[in-house]
């Protein structure tokens, strides 16, 4: 499933926040309540890349996920680069 960290700027208390969701969702301010705040910007986190010792793991959120990314490791590489080209290149899908 997407996964996306959401950011977003409340104009009525000058507040910033992020929250982490499967869609660009609209979102209320944390601080002052105020509703339906649309994110101003928002990271496709539904791929990552993290270093395991010598080592980088493609994490992928997958289709069942519901409320947290539940990601599961899909490919090791010796190096960031061939991990990212691993992704970038679409062999995910």
């Known amino acids: ?9 409340c104009d009525s208390c000058d507040t910033e926040w992020e929250d982490d969701w499967s869609c660009c969702c609209d979102d209320d301010c944390p601080a002052s309540g105020s509703r339906h705040w649309s994110p101003h910007e928002s ?8 270093q395991d010792g010598d080592e980088f793991v493609v994490l992928v959120s997958p289709e069942t996920a519901e409320h ?3 990601y599961k490791a899909v ?7 061939a991990a990212h080209r691993f992704v970038v290149d679409g062999e995910l899908t």
């Open 1 to 9: 499933m997407a996964w996306y960290l959401n950011h977003y700027h």
């Open 43 to 50: 990271e496709d986190l539904t791929e990552v890349i993290e």
């Open 68 to 70: 947290y990314p539940e």
């Open 75 to 81: 490919a090791r590489f010796p190096s960031e680069a």
